[in-house]
């Protein structure tokens, strides 16, 4: 006599494990990954595409050759982090510098067509800050910055759990810093990306006579006090920044990523004490710095995973 029926006595269909997916867009290239949903990058493509020369055609190629990394993957969802100005609303790339082909550009249209997925994009800088709140030292915070540090400068809020992403908001590069600074890239003077990004720093070496191609960390290991010096100013300017933020909305925790990786414990303090020094208010959380520990290639996809995370 049989009590339990054939198929039951079956092992179940294993399932696909569930899996995050990640895209970044940036000039020249476009980037891929599978996450676990802990943030493991278990599977990567990229695709290069010419950043002046492509035509919108071009773009859909290289997304369809990325696209194929999450072929046979159970992905809940893609998160897309874009360089240049971006509409998450309507899922459209409206400008990226140098990029005319991304002008317009509806990337989470696309990408969904490719993959079957729920496709959501936002600004990389503002993004990083969700891979640290799912992934990284911001895990259980609510409030809390994510700071891009080196050639490209910008701060990501969470704050009271959400992403401050107004229309229109940037990501702080801008911010005047100085009123007689030297002249920026967008036209103003003084803006915060003049002295705390890796062109100030070179420019800075140079001037004191400490070579022509150094780097922060190369500053760092020639443990001289010229160099020691351009190092501890670096991390004033960065500071600059910082400071206004915490002003605004007090984070307390900074989570740096990018160049300051290389400035070591030294770089890391300074930052901390200016933020410190800037705490007027006792029952304020004392701000403290910590450096990312995510690898640099990997923040704007973990930062597009926690985009989809957090929309689940
Ligand atoms: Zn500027």
């Not at 992403?165 to 002249?183: F, K, W």
């Not at 701000?287 to 989809?308: F, H, I, Q, S, T």
Request: overall charge neutral.
């Amino acid at each position: 006599m049989r009590l339990v029926p054939e198929a039951a006595q079956r092992p179940p269909t294993p399932q696909a494990p569930r899996r995050l997916g990640a895209v970044e867009l940036v000039p020249g290239r476009i980037g891929a990954a599978v996450l676990s949903m802990a943030g493991q990058v278990l599977d990567r493509t990229e695709s290069r595409y010419d950043a002046a020369c492509a035509t919108p055609a071009d773009i859909d190629r290289a997304l369809a050759q990325v696209a194929g990394v999450f072929a046979g993957h159970e992905v809940q969802g893609v998160g897309v982090a874009a360089a240049g100005l971006v509409d998450p609303l309507t899922g459209l790339i409206l400008e990226v510098n140098d990029v005319p082909a991304l002008h317009g550009y509806p990337v989470t249209e696309r990408l969904a067509a490719l993959t079957g997925a729920g496709v959501r994009v936002e600004h990389r800088a503002r993004l990083q800050v969700l891979g640290d709140r799912w992934f990284g030292a911001g895990r259980g915070r609510r409030t809390f910055a994510s700071v891009s540090t080196g050639e490209v400068l910008g701060v990501g809020v969470l704050y009271e759990g959400e992403v401050l992403a107004p229309p229109g908001g940037r990501s702080g590069a801008h911010m005047t810093v100085s009123a007689s600074g030297e002249r920026c890239t967008c036209g103003n003077r003084g803006c915060w990306k003049t002295l705390a990004t890796t062109g100030w720093l070179r420019a800075r070496a140079r001037a004191a006579g400490l070579g022509e191609e150094t780097s922060l960390g190369a500053l760092v290991r020639r443990d001289d006090a010229r160099a020691g010096q351009v190092v501890e100013e670096y991390a004033h300017n960065l500071a600059l920044g910082l400071v206004n933020v915490q002003q605004l909305f007090a984070p307390g925790l900074f989570i740096l990523h990018g160049e300051a990786r290389e400035g070591g414990e030294r770089f890391r303090t300074v930052v901390e004490e200016r933020l410190r020094d800037a705490v007027a208010f006792a029952g304020a959380e004392l701000p403290r710095v910590l450096v990312g520990a995510a690898a640099v290639d990997d923040v704007a996809l973990l930062g597009g995973a926690g985009l989809v995370l957090s929309h689940l």
